[in-house]
C-alpha cells in the first residue's frame, strides 16, 4: 500500500466542508507517493521524526485560489517553509525517492468540475485565512478510497 506525507490543515476544514457540500480533509502533500507501507520500519519513522523536529512550527495563510484544469487549490503564503520542510525530509540516510526541484505547495480543493468556478467563488470572500503548520503525517492508503494516519510528527513548536 501507499504512503504520503503531509501537513494537515484544520483551520481550513469547516470553510471547505461548507462551501463544497462535503467531507473534507484539508492538506499540503509533502510527498506522494512516499514508501510502500511494508518498507516503513522503526529506522525510517525515527529518521522522519528526527528530520520533522529540526523544522519549526511556522504560520502560513491561505491567500488565494488558483484553477488548475478542473481542480481548485489554495495557495499558501509564504510558500517557502513548505519547501524547506520537504527539503528536510528528503536530506541524509536513509536518502528517500523524493527529488526536489521545486514543489507548488497548496491545499487541493475537491469538488465536482461543473462546480469549479462557483467554489473557487465561494472561497475567495473568505481568504486569507490563517493557519499554522504543527505536524506532519505520514499515512497509508486504507484500499477502500481512503487514508489513515500511520504515524504523526510534531513540528518544533
Same mark, same amino acid.
Given at each position: 500500500?501507499?504512503?504520503?506525507?503531509?501537513v494537515?490543515?484544520p483551520?481550513?476544514?469547516?470553510?471547505?466542508?461548507?462551501?463544497?457540500g462535503?467531507p473534507? !480533509?484539508p492538506? $499540503? &502533500?509533502?510527498?506522494?507517493p512516499?514508501?510502500?507501507?511494508? @518498507?516503513?520500519?522503526?529506522? %525510517?519513522?525515527a529518521?522522519?521524526?528526527g528530520r520533522?523536529?529540526?523544522?519549526?512550527a511556522?504560520a502560513?495563510?491561505?491567500s488565494?485560489?488558483?484553477?488548475?484544469?478542473e481542480?481548485?487549490?489554495?495557495s499558501?503564503?509564504?510558500?517557502?517553509?513548505?519547501r524547506?520542510?520537504?527539503?528536510?525530509?528528503?536530506?541524509?540516510?536513509?536518502?528517500? !525517492?523524493?527529488? $526536489? &526541484?521545486?514543489?507548488?505547495?497548496?491545499?487541493?480543493?475537491? @469538488?465536482?468540475?461543473?462546480? %469549479?468556478?462557483?467554489?473557487r467563488a465561494d472561497l475567495e470572500?473568505?481568504?486569507?485565512m490563517a493557519?499554522r503548520?504543527?505536524?506532519?503525517q505520514?499515512r497509508?492508503d486504507?484500499?477502500?478510497?481512503?487514508?489513515?494516519?500511520?504515524?504523526?510528527?510534531?513540528?518544533?513548536?
Open positions: 500500500m501507499r504512503t504520503t506525507l503531509l494537515p490543515v483551520e481550513a476544514r469547516a470553510l471547505l466542508d461548507r462551501v463544497t462535503a473534507s !480533509d492538506h $499540503v &502533500t509533502l510527498a506522494f512516499f514508501l510502500e507501507a511494508e @518498507a516503513v520500519t522503526d529506522g %525510517v519513522l529518521a522522519l521524526g520533522v523536529a529540526s523544522v519549526s511556522f502560513f495563510s491561505l488565494t485560489t488558483v484553477r488548475f484544469g481542480v481548485v487549490f489554495l499558501p503564503d509564504p510558500a517557502e517553509p513548505f524547506g520542510l520537504v527539503r528536510a525530509l528528503g536530506s541524509g540516510e536513509p536518502p528517500y !525517492d523524493m527529488p $526536489v &526541484t521545486d514543489i507548488w505547495p497548496h491545499v487541493t480543493v475537491v @469538488a465536482p468540475a461543473a462546480e %469549479v468556478e462557483r467554489v470572500p473568505a481568504l486569507p493557519c503548520a504543527r505536524e506532519v505520514l497509508v486504507n484500499g477502500i478510497g481512503g487514508w489513515r494516519v500511520m504515524a504523526a510528527f510534531d513540528l518544533q513548536p
